[in-house]
């Protein structure tokens, strides 16, 4: 079972499914690429990221694109107990069919907080300084 891997000195931490920082009051989540996610992996990816936030709320810039494969319990997995310490989510999906399948995964698992799929980084920003729970400079 690999280990996460924490790196206070930057901000930042990773494990073997995803890199993250926290940069202006928001926490840039970026999937590794070619993930293949199941629910243990969901599990996994929920605690690391809430054990490396210590109970404090972010505003969360997910990038997506990295994602290979999701099965049905992951992606509700994380629309659910993935919510906790959000305050809202920008979903970055840079193609078509990834948007369509965000949509639709909006659509279907409803997350527990204000979540927008967007085509990049700054409509992700706009997005969630909208939502005024960010401070981006």
Known sequence: KPL???????????NEFFHCRIEDGILYFDYKENVVIHLKDAVKIVADRLLWQQGKPFPILCNTRGIRNMDKAARWYLAREGSHLATSVALVSANPLSRLLANIYLFSTSPAVRTKVVANELEGIEFLSSVGQCNPK
């Open 4 to 14: 996460l891997i924490k790196n206070t000195m930057d901000n930042s931490m990773e």
